[in-house]
């Protein structure tokens, strides 16, 4: 069974430059998640989906940050314009339901210069 | 708001002996869950242990054990067997039902040959 996906592995990019990170579930999960992840913390929420509808986004900075999951299934996770505080792991996890084990792919690192 | 605090940023093993990794938890509830997630250099989550709150009995996989004090909201990690492949950063994480999963800032485990 193929875990979840996410790319690209590493993005480096310019502040102020648009940035996209895709994600692709683990095969039925329903529930799909963003975490961002600073150097040397724990991984953080930032948005929570249940198919396609985005049911906790309360830790999503949305005057820069924007996520869609259409169909319910892959997921995208954009940040426009991105600034230097952005840089770090952003890391895609799903599970069957909310209340079930979450399976983590292996994350995007992303360097803002 | 649950917290979970991992007091150990470092820790050393020799190969082949056994090492204890600590966290604590706080919250008001009585059911939730407890975790356990290993993150290697590769940067995926891979999940060590799980927890339920209701069992006292503590959980065990192959060499990875747990100890749960319920009432010390303590839950700490114990790997027996040490291999060179456990160096990793180990995340202790908990969730309370149909709740959002909470992280620990993390212990590096290094295992010394």
């Known amino acids: 069974e193929a875990g979840v996906v996410q790319s690209p592995r590493y993005k480096i990019i310019e502040k102020k430059q648009p940035v996209a990170f895709w994600c692709n579930p683990i095969?039925?999960?329903?529930?799909l998640y963003w975490y961002l992840q600073n150097l040397g913390q724990g991984p953080e929420l930032l948005i929570r989906?249940?198919?396609?509808?985005?049911?906790?986004d309360s830790q999503l900075p949305k005057d820069r940050f924007s996520a869609e999951r259409l169909k319910g299934v892959d997921s995208t996770l954009k940040i426009q314009p991105a600034e230097l505080g952005d840089s770090a792991v952003y890391l895609c996890?799903?599970?069957?339901?909310?209340?079930?084990?979450?399976?983590f792919g292996a994350g995007t690192r992303l360097s803002v210069l | 708001a649950q917290t979970v605090t991992q007091s150990q940023p470092e820790m050393s093993v020799q190969e082949a002996e056994t090492v204890t990794l600590s966290c604590t938890y706080d919250?008001?509830?009585?059911?939730?869950?407890l975790f356990w997630y290993k993150q290697p250099p590769s940067r995926q989550m891979i999940l060590v242990i799980r927890?339920?709150?209701?069992?006292?009995q503590n959980a065990t996989e192959n060499r990875f054990s747990v100890n749960f004090q319920k009432a010390a909201k303590s839950f700490s990690l114990k790997i027996s067997d040490s291999q060179l492949g456990d160096a990793a950063m180990y995340f202790c994480?908990?969730?309370?039902?149909?709740?959002?999963?909470?992280f620990g800032g993390g212990t590096r485990l290094m295992v010394k040959p």
């Open positions: 996890a799903s599970s069957l339901i909310q209340a079930d084990i979450q399976y």
């Open positions: 095969s039925g999960h329903n529930t």
């Open positions: 989906y249940e198919n396609e509808e985005a049911v906790d």
């Open positions: 919250t008001s509830e009585s059911d939730y869950y």
């Open positions: 927890q339920e709150a209701y069992k006292q």
């Open positions: 994480a908990y969730r309370a039902p149909w709740d959002m999963l909470t």
